[in-house]
């Protein structure tokens, strides 16, 4: 529970998921989020509203995408997206450029007040219930982790290159955690066992391309990924970075 918040704090969940149409159209982009080229943290969870009653603060879900981010000065900032609610379908994403630096991005597991104000930056958690979309993160150069919905996200260690949409290297250590849901996790072109990616499938069925282009080399976990390409395999489990995902809460505080 974070700090200044009264021990009877109520949280009200969105209640409203589920309420809307499935997936009709193509995967869209419903919206694009940058963070900066240095060092960020950057949190996906659900925008809320909040009102006082007999001198308590009772916070409830607007069923829209809120991001709390860490900039590379190490201040808080809060984005919203009002076109990646509750309404939007399965088939389309948020997109994250996590840009240069060494970046983390995953989605919230619990309610946090995102430090730009109190008590109005206050996030609920990123519910798969609430919201159908996935994540799209293109991580950037930089050594950098990335934590995947419980939908099947595609998580990308580099920003795309510009010929042939593959991923350069990076000469950075990457470590991409799909969590559940079917994902697609891209290493980039890093060729040395010095800079080797590690990609997480999780649960699901997964895609792991080690370089995206059939020459390069990662180390894909195995089974976690079911489709490797481009990989070394890791016959046994190679750590649980479904665990580190609920772990990074604590970096609130
Ligand atoms: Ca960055
Ligand atoms: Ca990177
Ligand atoms: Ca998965």
């Known amino acids: ?23 009709v159209a193509r995967a869209g982009t419903c919206g694009t ?3 900066d080229s240095g060092d960020n943290t950057i949190i996906l969870g659900e925008k809320t509203s909040y009102f006082y009653y007999q001198g308590q603060i009772y916070y409830y879900g607007l069923g829209e995408l809120a991001i709390c981010w860490l900039d590379t000065n190490e201040l808080h900032q809060q984005s919203f ?10 088939s389309d994403h948020i997109y994250v450029s996590a840009l240069g630096g060494a970046d983390v991005v995953w989605p919230n597991t619990e309610g946090h007040i995102c430090k730009v104000g109190y008590p109005s930056s206050y996030m609920l958690a990123f519910d798969e219930d609430v919201f159908d979309f996935y994540l799209q993160a293109d991580m ?23 010929f042939g949409n ?4 990076d000469s950075a250590v990457d470590d991409l955690c799909g969590y559940g849901g079917n994902d697609t996790l891209y290493g980039d072109h890093d060729d040395t066992d010095t800079y080797e990616e590690t990609l997480h499938g999780g649960d699901g069925t997964d895609t792991c391309n080690g370089g995206f282009d059939g020459s390069y ?9 079911n489709s490797i390409s481009s990989a070394y395999q890791y016959g046994g489990d190679y ?5 580190d995902r609920d772990h990074n809460n604590a970096w609130w505080f």
């Open 1 to 23: 529970m974070g700090k200044g918040i009264g021990a009877a704090l109520i949280v009200l969940v969105s209640g409203i998921a589920g309420a809307w149409p499935a997936a």
């Open 81 to 90: 997206f009002p076109n990646c609610d509750t309404g939007t379908p399965s």
């Open 166 to 169: 593959l991923l350069p290297a």
């Open 33 to 35: 989020f940058s963070a």
């Open 217 to 225: 080399y990662d180390w894909a976990n195995y089974p976690g990924c």
């Open 140 to 162: 950037g150069t930089g050594s950098d982790k990335a934590y995947g919905t419980e939908h099947g996200d595609v998580l990308l260690s580099n920003k795309y290159g510009t």
């Open 239 to 243: 750590g649980d970075c479904a665990d």
